[in-house]
Nanobody, 115 residues
């Protein structure tokens, strides 16, 4: 079982920045990959960014060059630095961990970008 707790969401103006965090209850060395997914109102949950155990990152085209996923292995925390935010980035952002063939999700953190 992997417990994930997101934090750092909030209200920000378009063009601003925000960093959200996801704290995992277990060491990253036991997790294959972690990722951030966004779910806008009335839409499906979509991949935003992922980072593998080896450190390889992947981003949705819509956030490339604006968002950066990173991790602190000592603290078991994954971050999503979001810059140049747009109104369409408004969503609940969920953290996901993949371990031993199972997916674990956090409760989500709301990010609202005002235009």
């Amino acid at each position: 079982q992997v417990r994930l707790v997101e934090s750092g969401g909030g209200l920000v103006q378009a063009g601003g920045s925000l960093r959200i965090s996801c704290a995992a209850s277990t060491t990253f060395f036991s997790i294959n990959a972690m990722g951030w997914y966004g779910q806008a109102p009335g839409k499906q949950r979509e991949l935003v960014a992922t980072i593998t155990r080896g450190g390889r990152t992947n981003y949705a085209d819509s956030v490339k060059g604006r968002f950066t996923i990173s991790r602190d292995n000592a603290k078991n925390i994954v971050y999503l630095q979001m810059n140049s935010l747009k109104a369409e980035d408004t969503a609940v952002y969920y953290c996901k961990a993949e371990r031993a063939g199972q997916d674990y999700w956090g409760q989500g953190t709301q990010v609202t970008v005002s235009s």
